[in-house]
């Protein structure tokens, strides 16, 4: 059985940081592409950060980008997301989530599995 558990998340300060881990179990981690997803209150799920199977491509969202970077340990079977100079606008319940393929994908119809969630709380 597929298990995606994240951990990490807490509340922080503008202008700080958190590093988010997702550690997966029940598959064979290196054959999939894997990406972070996040829910803010009253919206709608949105694409963060995808990493290929390698860990070599990386795809991010506009918001995000030069803020936050998005890294595996295949040997570790986890992967992380490491988030710099947060805003307030960066809260929301971040999801990792397994993709169907090999290469780092944005569009979210393409996962198949994710986790519980770990909540991330930025204060201004």
């Known amino acids: 059985q597929v298990q995606l558990v994240e951990s990490g998340g807490g509340l922080v300060q503008a202008g700080g940081s958190l590093r988010l881990s997702c550690a997966a179990t029940g598959h064979t981690f290196s054959s999939y592409a894997m990406g972070w997803f996040r829910q803010a209150p009253g919206r709608e799920r949105e694409f963060v950060a995808a990493?290929?199977?390698?860990?070599?491509?990386?795809q991010y969202a506009n918001s995000v980008k030069g803020r936050f970077t998005i890294s595996r340990d295949n040997a570790k079977n986890t992967m992380y997301l490491q988030m710099n100079s947060l805003k307030p606008e960066d809260t929301a319940v971040y999801y990792c989530?397994?993709?169907?393929?090999?290469?780092?994908?944005?569009?979210?119809?393409?996962?198949?599995?994710w986790g519980q969630g770990t909540q991330v709380t930025v204060s201004s």
């Open positions: 990493i290929d199977r390698s860990g070599a491509g990386t």
């Open positions: 989530k397994r993709a169907n393929t090999i290469v780092a994908v944005v569009t979210p119809s393409l996962y198949d599995t």
